[in-house]
C-alpha cells in the first residue's frame, strides 16, 4: 500500500465554505504571505473520525501545526508579517474544472500577497494520466492566486508521495517556482501521529514532528536567497 492510500480522511467538508480563508495579525503591516493547502494546512473540527480542533492535522496544538510555526519564524525576519491561510481541499477535488472553482478564493487573490506558498495535491485523484491536466490547472491556479503583487512563489510536493509531484516538479522548473521535497516525510513513521488517534487518516497525517520538518524546509526555501 502507498502512503498515501492510508490517508483516509475524506477531502470533503473539511470546512465550511465561509471558512476557508482566515489570517494570522490581519492588520499587520509587514510582509504579507498567502500559504494555501488541505487538511495538513488547516481542517475543522469532525468528531467521527476522532478530529476535535481547528488547525493544521494532527499537531497536538495550533501554535504546532507547520503554518504557525512557520509564521513565528517568518515574524523573526519580517516584523509584523501578514498570514492568509486558504483552504483548498475544494481546488484539489475539483481541479478538472479549476476555472469554474476560482472563484471562490477571490479573497485570497485580493489579500495582495508578497509571497505565495502552495502546499497541496494530497487530495488530488492520484492518476499520473492526469498530470498534463493537472499542470495547466495548478499553474491557472498559482497565476490566479499572484494577482498583480506576489514575487516569491513556492510549491511543495506532497507529504505522502503523489503521481502529480511530478507535475508539480515539471512546473516549478518551466515557471521558475521555488521546490519543496516532502515525500520523504510522508514515509517515516515518526514524522507522524501514529498512536494518538484512533482514525487511520488522521494518525497518518503529520505529527508534531512532521508539521515542524514541513516548517524548516519552506523557510529554509523562502530564506535561501537572503
Known amino acids: 500500500m502507498e502512503q498515501i492510500e492510508k490517508n483516509t480522511v475524506k477531502a470533503e467538508n473539511q470546512l465550511k465554505r465561509n471558512q476557508y480563508i482566515t489570517y494570522i495579525n490581519p492588520n499587520g503591516k509587514g ?34 501545526d507547520y503554518v504557525h510555526i512557520l509564521y513565528r519564524a517568518l515574524c523573526e525576519r519580517y516584523p509584523d508579517a501578514v498570514m492568509c491561510i486558504t483552504q483548498v481541499a475544494t481546488w484539489e477535488r475539483e481541479f478538472k474544472n479549476g476555472t469554474a472553482v476560482l472563484p471562490t478564493f477571490d479573497e485570497a487573490r485580493a489579500f495582495g500577497a508578497d509571497t505565495l506558498v502552495m502546499r497541496l495535491v494530497e487530495n488530488c485523484p492520484n492518476n499520473a494520466e492526469d ?42 522548473a518551466e515557471n521558475g517556482y521555488t521546490l519543496v521535497e516532502l515525500g520523504d516525510l510522508g514515509e517515516d513513521t515518526s514524522m507522524k501521529a501514529i498512536g494518538l488517534f484512533e482514525h487511520e487518516g488522521v494518525a497518518n497525517h503529520p505529527g508534531d514532528k512532521g508539521m515542524q520538518a514541513i516548517a524548516d524546509r519552506v523557510l529554509a526555501a523562502l530564506t535561501k536567497k537572503e
Not at 498583480?148 to 515539471?170: A, K, S
Open 131 to 172: 498530470t498534463p491536466l493537472f499542470k495547466e490547472k495548478y499553474v491557472e491556479f498559482i497565476r490566479y492566486l499572484q494577482g498583480d503583487t506576489v514575487t516569491q512563489t513556492l510549491v511543495t510536493t506532497g507529504f505522502w508521495r503523489h503521481r502529480l509531484d511530478e507535475g508539480i516538479r515539471e512546473c516549478a
Open 31 to 64: 510582509k504579507r504571505f498567502l500559504v494555501v493547502g488541505n487538511s495538513i494546512t488547516r481542517h475543522g473540527v469532525k468528531h467521527d473520525i476522532g478530529w476535535h480542533n481547528d488547525w493544521g492535522m494532527a499537531a497536538s496544538e495550533m501554535e504546532r
